[in-house]
């Protein structure tokens, strides 16, 4: 059973409480898409120096190529560094393991002590989450540090998208803890795709300070922010991608939670190097079904 948070993690989030995160959110938005010159690359020196980011990796190392700090933020990686690895599932992203597993029945676990429905997650859509009842999940959080494109874990054919609007936590291992429910709470993009596996999602959870989120094929979802659930029907077109190419990208820090279907005859087996708190590079082998 897991353990209760303990009183120092909900301590720690209550000013969140207290934070006006919509404005800050906009406030942070703006200065990220801001052209400005100098002031914008001492602020991408100073980013790289606090967080230790690694620029050799860049496609761009030169902090002054960067017109704003989103360009900076979504920066490309060099060709090769990323690697994938050849199984049925990888990494989409760079950041850390928050939890992985089954899903038990209906319930994901979030933190010791805290569990979220896949119905609260995916926005009220309870026939999709039926479709997840006892399959895997996988929740990866991308640090301030880490590249904040999104790729795909395997290849897949788009059939919707939905915009939850939501509030706008941190999404630290800190918040995880001591918020119940942040996944389900916080505004989130929630991306439907059916490929080999049978259909699975990936939701892009937005957090504090986040000014946007962005795919591939529609561009950037947030703003505008309305209040309301917002759904795009893709069933009719045709968008399909390739495991390991872009999705996605977040404009400054989130986190991404993965659900994969239950499968007949099938057990969904993590890579056993998997840990919670493991640092992860997109490309990595992620996970495979085994025949049981």
């Not at 490309?76 to 950041?95: F, K, N, S, Y």
């Not at 805290?114 to 989450?129: C, F, P, R, W």
């Not at 395997?154 to 001591?178: E, I, K, Q, W």
């Amino acid at each position: 059973m897991p353990e209760h948070p303990t009183v120092s993690d909900r301590l720690a989030v209550v000013p969140q409480y207290l934070l006006p995160q919509q404005p800050l959110t906009h406030l942070a938005g703006r200065f990220a898409a801001w052209r400005g010159g100098r002031a914008t690359t001492a602020a991408i020196r100073a980013f790289v120096r606090r967080y230790g980011v690694n620029m050799t990796e860049a496609a761009e190392p030169d902090p002054e190529a960067y017109v704003t700090f989103n360009d900076f933020f979504t920066r490309a990686l060099r060709p090769g560094v990323r690697p994938l690895a050849a199984t049925e599932l990888i990494c989409p992203v760079d950041g850390a393991i928050s939890q992985f597993g089954t899903i038990a029945g209906d319930q994901i676990v979030q933190a010791k002590g805290h569990t979220y429905s896949t119905a609260a997650l995916l926005g009220g859509d309870t026939e999709l989450a039926r479709a997840f009842d006892h399959g895997g999940f996988a929740t990866l959080y991308l640090s301030p540090r880490d590249y904040h494109r999104i790729h795909m874990p395997c290849d897949g054919r788009l059939l919707r998208m939905t915009h939850v609007p939501g509030a706008l936590f941190s999404v630290n291992p800190t918040t995880a803890r001591g918020v119940p429910g942040l996944f389900a709470r916080n505004e989130r993009v929630v991306c439907v795709f059916e490929g080999a596996i049978g259909t699975w999602v990936m939701v892009l959870v937005g957090a504090t300070i986040v000014g946007s989120m962005a795919t591939v094929w529609h561009g950037v979802v947030n703003p505008p922010r309305p209040g309301s659930l917002r759904r795009w029907d893709y069933a009719d077109r045709t968008v399909s991608l390739a495991q390991g190419e872009e999705m996605g990208r977040f404009l400054l820090g989130s986190t991404v939670v993965l659900l994969m279907p239950r499968r007949a005859g099938h057990e969904l087996c993590f890579d056993t190097t998997w840990t919670p708190g493991g640092a992860l590079r997109m490309g990595q082998a992620m996970a495979a079904y085994r025949r049981v």
